[in-house]
């Protein structure tokens, strides 16, 4: 009954461990809330470069028209432990004035410029001639706090979007289109954590902010399980202690035997 009782009381400690973390680190991690203010209305044009790209909060609809066989290029946040994910729609110029199909693209670049490979969705589709619409999508990989200098990992800042026509008839260059693009993200907690964290993330002062601001880096909620690991642990420790010592001396057994 008292290992019984050791136990339940253990268990309602590590409860409350868990809970008191998970509290703070709703506390201390940015509340959800809307992306954008009303002020903040979206983009309605699109950057020719990576140093003109017009900056997108994230789930933000940002739209653009332009010429077929320009480069649009958008830009967004990412911080540590978000998957980012891009969809792009392009509303294809009257089939009446096009002379072939064509291929769409759009491909995703950290802040140091490197194209990150897309895990999921299509990137790259081709529309018939008489297609109206192409959509397109692109998830990558989750973003970590910190890698190598070798290494390729997707890093927190800023991310651009370019997209393009990559193949298309000669003549249809040129010819009026619209696109529309929702940069999103996936926060995927401490799965991807690691030790360590960059000074400042990538093109941070370039772009707008993730939802709440950048994350300080250190809270993940591997923390909670750690804590939660070592008390029963402990809990354990005490439980077998009481198991393995015995009651002591038998009462029959006379003093000084």
Same mark, same amino acid.
């Given at each position: ?5 050791l136990?339940?009381?253990?268990a ?8 008191g ?5 709703l506390?201390d991690s940015?509340?959800?809330?809307p992306?954008?203010s ?6 309605t ?5 990576f140093?003109?790209a017009?900056?997108v909060r994230?789930?933000q609809k940002?739209?653009a028209?332009a ?5 649009l290029y958008w830009?967004f ?10 969809t792009a729609k392009v509303?294809l110029p ?7 199909a064509?291929t769409?693209?759009?491909d995703?670049y950290?802040g140091?410029?490197?194209r ?5 969705g ?11 619409t ?6 990558l990989?989750p973003t970590?706090a910190w ?6 990992d #997707?890093l927190p !800042?800023?991310?651009?979007?370019r997209? +393009?026509a990559?193949? *298309?008839?000669?003549?249809d260059? &040129? /010819?009026?289109?619209?696109?529309e693009?929702?940069?999103t993200v ?8 690691v030790d360590g ?8 002062k370039?772009?707008?902010? #993730?939802d709440? !601001?950048w994350a300080s880096?250190?809270? +993940?909620?591997r923390? *909670?399980w750690?804590?939660?690991? &070592? /008390?029963?642990a ?8 009481n198991?393995?010592?015995?009651r ?7 003093r000084?035997?």
């Open positions: 009954m008292r290992t019984a009782g136990l339940t009381a253990g309602l400690a590590c409860a409350a461990l868990v809970g973390g998970a509290g703070a680190a506390a940015p509340s959800p809330g992306t954008a009303k002020s903040d209305a979206a983009p044009e699109a950057g020719t470069a140093r003109t017009v900056a994230q789930s940002a739209t028209s010429s077929s066989g320009d480069y830009l946040p990412a911080d540590a432990g978000q998957r980012p994910a891009v509303t009257d089939a009446a004035s096009r002379h072939g064509s769409w693209r759009i995703v950290d140091l410029r490197r990150q490979p897309c895990m999921y299509m990137q790259s589709r081709s529309a018939a001639q008489d297609a109206v192409v959509e397109l999508s692109c998830t990989r970590v890698a190598d200098t070798w290494s390729t #997707p !800042g800023s991310y651009y979007i997209l +393009t990559t193949s *298309l008839p000669e003549t260059r &040129g /010819l009026p289109f619209k696109a693009v929702e940069p996936l926060d995927t907690g401490g799965a991807h954590a964290k960059l000074s400042t993330p990538l093109g941070a370039s772009a707008v902010e #993730p709440g !601001g880096g250190w809270w +993940t909620d923390w *909670l750690t804590g939660a690991g &070592g /008390l029963l402990a809990l354990a420790g005490v439980a077998g202690y198991l393995t010592r015995g002591g001396r038998p009462s029959r057994v006379p000084g035997v």
